[in-house]
Every structure is written in C-alpha cells, then in structure tokens.
Antibody
Framework: EVQLLESGGGLVQPGGSLRLSCAAS????????MSWVRQAPGKGLEWVSS?????????FYADSVKGRFTISRDNSKNTLYLQMNSLGAEDTAVYYC?????????????WGKGTTVTVSS | DIQMTQSPSTLSASVGDRVTITCRAG??????LAWYQQKPGKAPNLLIQ???SLESGVPSRFSGSGSGTEFTLSISSLQPDDFATYYC?????????FGGGTEVEIK
C-alpha cells in the first residue's frame, strides 16, 4: 500500500524554524515527483514546493516561501523534507506531503494525512 | 502565475441532483488539469487527471471535460458521500495553482 507519513509539525515562534519530514512507502520513491501543499485554517489548498524524481534535481517554490523554505529528498531513506526558516503567522497551516503521478508532473495521486504547523508567540 | 477560478464557490443540491462545477484558467493549460475532493479534516483525494481521465476506484457518476481554459466537473447523480469541497488544479506549469474550491452542501 502506498503511504506517506508526515512528521515534524508543531508550535513555533515567529522567526523560528522547523523541518518537516515525510516517510514514503509502497512505491519506488526516487522515481516520482514529490511536493508539499499546505492549507491554512478554513482556507483552500496552496502549493508550496516540488521536486522532480528520476534523477532530475529540479526544485520549485511558491513565491510566498522562496528563499525561506528548502525542499529536499533522501532516496536512500525514502524520505522527503521541508526545511522552513523565518516562519511567520501566514505559514500557519496543515502541511501535506504529496506524490506526483510520475517523475515530472505535479498532479497528486497520493496525499499524506498532514502535519500541523502553528506559528505563534 | 496561472489563476484558476472556480464557480460557484458554494453549491446547494439534493441527493440525486446533477451538479456541475466550472474551473477557468487564466491562460491555456491544454488538458493539464486535475480535480480533487476534500472532506473536512481529511486530505484531498484525486478524482480526475488530464481533465477527463477518471482515477481508478472513483465512481463513474463523476466526469470531467474541457481543454484550454474552460473545464467542468460533473456529478451525474449526487450521493450522500459526495457532499464535500472540490478543487481544480493546473499542473501545466509552475507555480502549480489550485482553484479556490467549491463546497457542495446539502440543500
């Protein structure tokens, strides 16, 4: 069974940092594009960041997080990461780890259950 | 950025109704469009990719159509399990963008 399990969320003060992890199982992790998508309380879905699979190291970021967030993957550990720095209240959201349908496209066929990030003093 | 505009934002319907949700892209995206269903407190679920390709396991009452800038998601006969929020998403180019969502509520 294909599964994504996020961890690392929590309460952090404004200006702080957090690293999210996503443990993947049930598929050949290295060959698929992976993304982070977030959803602020009571709001819609917002794409955050993606990276391609299949040996392509290309990364992509929403303007709202560019320069503050870094996406990475460890294919040996089947794990996706999101390093989040300089956090602000606007980053408060449920963060979903997401698997693309292939190595390049960000149509998402598998979602994790999400991890909650709350930025507050 | 390609803006995705969904309408309506809220839709009131009864069990058995046919419902249609529209998604408009700010520029042409060919058929690089997906539809997702999300229920409260849950992650989204992929219903349709490539504008009209139904995902395995998704009931056939769901269908998608369109290309270019105009797309629709239709539910032929609304079932109790279908009351949820629906999102379109373009994956033609970065940044990937989602529509604002359509909440389908019980009339």
């Amino acid at each position: 069974e294909v599964q994504l399990l996020e961890s690392g969320g929590g309460l952090v003060q404004p200006g702080g940092s957090l690293r999210l992890s996503c443990a993947a199982s049930g598929f050949t992790f290295s060959t698929y594009a992976m993304s982070w998508v977030r959803q602020a309380p009571g709001k819609g879905l917002e794409w955050v960041s993606s990276l391609r699979g299949g040996g392509d190291s290309s990364t992509f970021y929403a303007d709202s997080v560019k320069g503050r967030f870094t996406i990475s993957r460890d294919n040996s550990k089947n794990t996706l990461y999101l390093q989040m720095n300089s956090l602000g209240a606007e980053d408060t959201a449920v963060y979903y780890c997401a698997k693309g349908i292939d190595y390049i496209y960000q149509c998402i066929d598998v979602w994790g259950k999400g991890t909650t990030v709350t930025v507050s003093s | 950025d390609i803006q995705m505009t969904q309408s309506p934002s809220t839709l009131s319907a009864s069990v058995g109704d046919r419902v249609t949700i529209t998604c408009r892209a700010g520029q042409t995206i060919s058929t690089w469009l997906a539809w997702y269903q999300q229920k409260p407190g849950k992650a989204p679920n992929l219903l349709i990719q490539k504008a009209s390709s139904l995902e395995s396991g998704v009931p056939s009452r769901f269908s998608g159509s369109g290309s270019g800038t105009e797309f629709t998601l239709s539910i032929s006969s609304l079932q109790p399990d279908d009351f949820a929020t629906y999102y379109c998403q373009q994956y033609y180019t970065y940044p990937v963008t989602f529509g604002g969502g359509t909440e389908v509520e019980i009339k």
